[in-house]
């Protein structure tokens, strides 16, 4: 009989008769490994954490900027500036387009606080937290795209208050001011709402893709597993 160890109940030491007379070397043998005691350690993923910081602070510096934009569109603060009496407002944009800009920098301040709140859930690995996010990167596009049409109607606007203002100056000339291509108006105002648009768009439009990667999607049920068991 095999030596037994009064612990775990496997072979401690093995017994080997050598050819040779008179010899009996003994061999010590590991025991084997015991499943699931030394197995090696589940390395968790580090992305739920980044991506929940980038939403969160810039959650945060989009609720503030368009909190203070919205309130000083609101409040009337650009359109009291006064003019003498048949000149045009130079701020003829904003007095115009006064409310869709301020509904648009209210929609923006929801949204970053929608940010930040799946932000939070990532950190914590929440599995809500992804479709929430996939939410916010849908309405932000949406969003993006009503205020990228009125971002370039207000700016029209006000190249041609200030193209107007221009003119003024000049009595009895004709044509745009000197140095001033025609039409500039409609050409910097379509580039700036394009521009203005592909950039709110990168962030919503990575998230879309990363939340709908096969692996990321594997790793939110193991969320749901963990908490489930």
């Given at each position: 009989?095999?030596?037994?160890?009064?612990?775990?109940?496997?072979?401690?030491?093995?017994?080997?008769?050598?050819?040779?007379?008179?010899?009996?070397?003994?061999?010590?043998?590991?025991?084997?490994?015991?499943?699931?005691?030394?197995?090696?350690?589940?390395?968790?993923?580090?992305?739920?954490?980044?991506?929940?910081?980038?939403?969160?602070?810039?959650?945060?510096?989009?609720?503030?900027?368009?909190?203070?934009?919205?309130?000083?569109?609101?409040?009337?603060?650009?359109?009291?500036?006064?003019?003498?009496?048949?000149?045009?407002?130079?701020?003829?944009?904003?007095?115009?387009?006064?409310?869709?800009?301020?509904?648009?920098?209210?929609?923006?301040?929801?949204?970053?606080?929608?940010?930040?709140?799946?932000?939070?859930?990532?950190?914590?690995?929440?599995?809500?937290?992804?479709?929430?996010?996939?939410?916010?990167a849908?309405l932000?596009?949406?969003?993006?795209?009503?205020?990228?049409i009125?971002?370039?109607?207000?700016?029209?606007?006000?190249?041609?208050?200030?193209?107007?203002?221009?003119?003024?100056?000049?009595?009895?000339?004709?044509?745009?001011?000197?140095?001033?291509?025609?039409?500039?108006?409609?050409?910097?105002?379509?580039?700036?709402?394009?521009?203005?648009?592909?950039?709110?768009?990168?962030?919503?439009?990575?998230?879309?893709i990363?939340?709908?990667?096969?692996?990321?999607?594997?790793?939110?049920?193991?969320?749901?597993?963990?908490?489930v068991s």
């Amino acid at each position: 009989m095999t030596p037994e160890s009064p612990d775990h109940g496997m072979p401690r030491l093995a017994a080997i008769q050598s050819d040779e007379a008179g010899a009996s070397p003994l061999v010590i043998v590991s025991p084997p490994t015991i499943a699931g005691r030394l197995g090696r350690p589940i390395r968790r993923a580090v992305w739920p954490v980044w991506i929940g910081v980038i939403a969160i602070g810039l959650g945060v510096v989009s609720a503030f900027v368009s909190a203070t934009m919205g309130v000083a569109i609101a409040t009337g603060t650009y359109s009291r500036v006064r003019v003498p009496t048949g000149q045009v407002n130079p701020f003829e944009g904003v007095v115009r387009y006064s409310t869709p800009l301020a509904g648009a920098c209210a929609a923006a301040t929801l949204l970053a606080a929608i940010a930040v709140l799946a932000g939070i859930g990532l950190i914590l690995r929440k599995p809500w937290s992804t479709t929430l996010m996939v939410w916010w990167a849908l309405l932000k596009l949406l969003c993006a795209l009503a205020l990228s049409i009125v971002f370039g109607l207000f700016q029209k606007a006000q190249i041609d208050a200030s193209l107007t203002l221009a003119a003024a100056a000049r009595p009895g000339a004709a044509g745009p001011p000197p140095g001033v291509v025609a039409g500039i108006s409609t050409g910097t105002a379509v580039f700036m709402a394009g521009f203005l648009f592909v950039w709110l768009a990168l962030l919503p439009v990575f998230m879309l893709i990363w939340f709908t990667r096969s692996g990321i999607r594997k790793e939110v049920a193991s969320w749901r597993h963990h908490q489930v068991s």
